[in-house]
């Protein structure tokens, strides 16, 4: 079997069916030139593949194909002369169902694994082509075929290397970020980084590029081994892996990690000095606030005592809001007393509530039960409910406009409003309620009675909800 030519873009040779007796060789016109080449990059190898495969096994072929060429030279001498091919050996419908086999195949290939191989392309056109087809339409698609096979090769292996090289720089950057100590952080980096760098090399990086991308690696380790020292409470180990790695930071990072440091500095002068105040006042959270700000007047550096200070007020918010709730807490076991002693019992166990707040929690208590306690005006507790401060809500059960449960009710919620956790449900609750009231035709009287009954009813917005739809069974009954 003739050898399959390989072609080369903008050059001429001399095909298989040209005459080698005439006095010169006939030379493919212009208009001839290889069409292969214009549709796709036609591999050597896929060539080189086709041949082996067309050898093999078929020497004994190679006569046969002789002499049915020599036949057909002879039957067409003609046509021979002026063609510079040997006549295609697919008709164009027989073309045409390869064609059509040749792109189910690749479908079926793609919808199995994914991708398409180019050597799934190559066994099939070794098993159907020869080289009196290289000029087909279905060699051409084959060609075609395989050139977008092959891109998408090399695209996947260099997404793997990608992938691979992305993989190893976060499992340097993870790892060396954890080292305790900047004398362990440049020993793990000394000896991992060269083969990170190596790889990249490999992956096509040229050398400039691959330092660079290598040093930005080092810096990311050695910034985030000083984020993770800092969120540990480790300044000290902060500090000394800063220092040693700080001019090899870009200056962005630099001033981050600098401000993270001086951030931590002053936080942990305020917690040291929060603590001291409990021991050198009597625990109110104003009290020791105010002790630890005298003591911060002293230092010279202004941005480290205005970041301490503002420290020092979110620890006493937080310590406010702590006792806020604690006696929240106290109000909301009163207001569930089963009786009257009980609610003595529970007065005189508690520790959170002011002395000032005792008197009238004590009245409060022996009235919780008392059959001539008074009996609330719903539109007035809905309104303390949501604004009332400590003297609005004495006034009102002084006055007899609120029960002594109602009184306990408001004083909870009163307290979590001071510390900084209102009840926002409960006021869309009731804005809810004054738009079924509205739908429904209901008196006004009406809906703060419905208000009044569902938030004395529970503490919880899923709670307040059941009790809801039992009050509008109720008025829809």
């Known amino acids: 079997m003739p050898i399959i030519p390989t072609y080369q873009r903008q050059e001429r040779?001399?095909?298989?069916?040209?005459?080698?007796?005439?006095?010169?060789?006939?030379?493919?016109?212009?208009?001839?030139?290889?069409?292969?080449?214009?549709?796709?990059?036609?591999?050597?190898?896929?060539?080189?593949y086709l041949e082996k495969k067309k050898k093999k096994g078929n020497k004994e072929g190679d006569g046969q194909a002789s002499a049915q060429s020599k036949k057909t030279a002879d039957s067409k001498t003609s046509q021979a002369e002026a063609l510079p091919f040997e006549a295609p050996a697919f008709s164009p419908d027989e073309n045409l169902q390869i064609r059509t086999e040749l792109l189910d195949a690749v479908r079926s290939e793609v919808n199995e694994k994914g991708a398409l191989?180019?050597?799934?392309?190559?066994?099939?056109?070794?098993?159907?082509?020869s080289e009196a087809d290289a000029e087909t339409p279905a060699a051409r698609d084959y060609m075609m075929?395989?050139?977008?096979?092959?891109?998408?090769?090399?695209?996947?292996?260099?997404?793997?290397r990608a992938r691979r090289a992305s993989q190893e720089e976060k499992l340097v950057r993870g790892i060396g970020a954890l080292a305790p100590t900047p004398q362990a952080l440049e020993a793990y980096l000394s000896a991992q980084l060269p083969a990170y760098e190596q790889r990249l090399a490999e992956n096509g990086a040229p050398q400039a590029e691959a330092r660079l991308q290598t040093a930005s690696v080092r810096a990311q380790t050695a910034a985030e081994c000083v984020r993770r020292q800092l969120?540990?409470?480790?300044?000290?180990?902060?500090?000394?892996?800063?220092g040693r790695y700080a001019r090899e930071l870009p200056e962005a990072v630099r001033e981050e990690c600098a401000q993270k440091i001086r951030f931590s500095a002053a936080s942990s002068r305020a917690k040291d000095l929060w603590r001291q105040s409990a021991l050198q006042t009597d625990g109110t959270p104003q009290a020791r606030e105010s002790w630890a700000r005298e003591r911060?007047?002293?230092?010279?550096?202004?941005?480290?005592?205005?970041?301490?200070?503002?420290?020092?007020?979110a620890l006493g918010a937080a310590a406010r809001a702590d006792v806020h709730a604690k006696q929240a807490q106290v109000y909301r076991s009163l207001a569930?007393?089963?009786?009257?002693?009980?609610?003595?019992?529970?007065?005189?166990?508690?520790?959170?509530?002011q002395p000032a707040e005792l008197p009238l929690a004590r009245r409060a208590a022996r009235e919780l039960f008392s059959a001539s306690g008074a009996v609330s005006d719903p539109q007035t507790f809905n309104r303390l409910y949501f604004s009332a401060g400590e003297k609005d809500n004495a006034r009102a059960f002084a006055k007899g406009r609120i029960s002594a449960r109602d009184y306990f009710a408001l004083e909870a919620a009163r307290h979590l409003r001071e510390g900084g956790r209102p009840d926002p449900d409960a006021g869309f609750l009731c804005r809810g309620i004054d738009l079924w009231r509205e739908k429904k035709g209901l008196s006004?009287?009406?809906?703060?009675?419905?208000?009044?009954?569902?938030?004395?009813?529970?503490?919880?917005?899923?709670?307040?909800?059941?009790?809801?739809?039992?009050?509008?069974?109720?008025?829809?009954?």
């Not at 569930?336 to 508690?350: F, I, K, N, P, V």
């Open 231 to 242: 969120a540990a409470g480790n300044r000290a180990a902060a500090q000394a892996v800063f």
């Open 444 to 477: 006004q009287e009406d809906a703060e009675r419905v208000k009044h009954a569902v938030l004395t009813s529970a503490d919880g917005t899923q709670e307040r909800l059941a009790a809801l739809e039992r009050v509008k069974s109720l008025l829809d009954f």
């Open 145 to 160: 075929l395989r050139a977008a096979a092959r891109e998408e090769e090399k695209s996947a292996v260099d997404r793997e």
């Open 117 to 129: 191989a180019s050597s799934s392309l190559d066994e099939f056109a070794a098993s159907r082509f």
């Open 336 to 353: 569930s007393a089963t009786d009257g002693e009980e609610a003595q019992r529970m007065l005189t166990a508690q520790q959170a509530l």
């Open 13 to 48: 040779y001399r095909a298989p069916g040209v005459q080698l007796t005439s006095g010169a060789p006939q030379r493919i016109p212009a208009a001839y030139e290889n069409t292969l080449q214009e549709f796709g990059r036609l591999s050597k190898d896929a060539l080189d």
């Open 296 to 313: 911060l007047e002293t230092e010279k550096d202004g941005e480290m005592k205005e970041t301490a200070l503002s420290a020092l007020r």
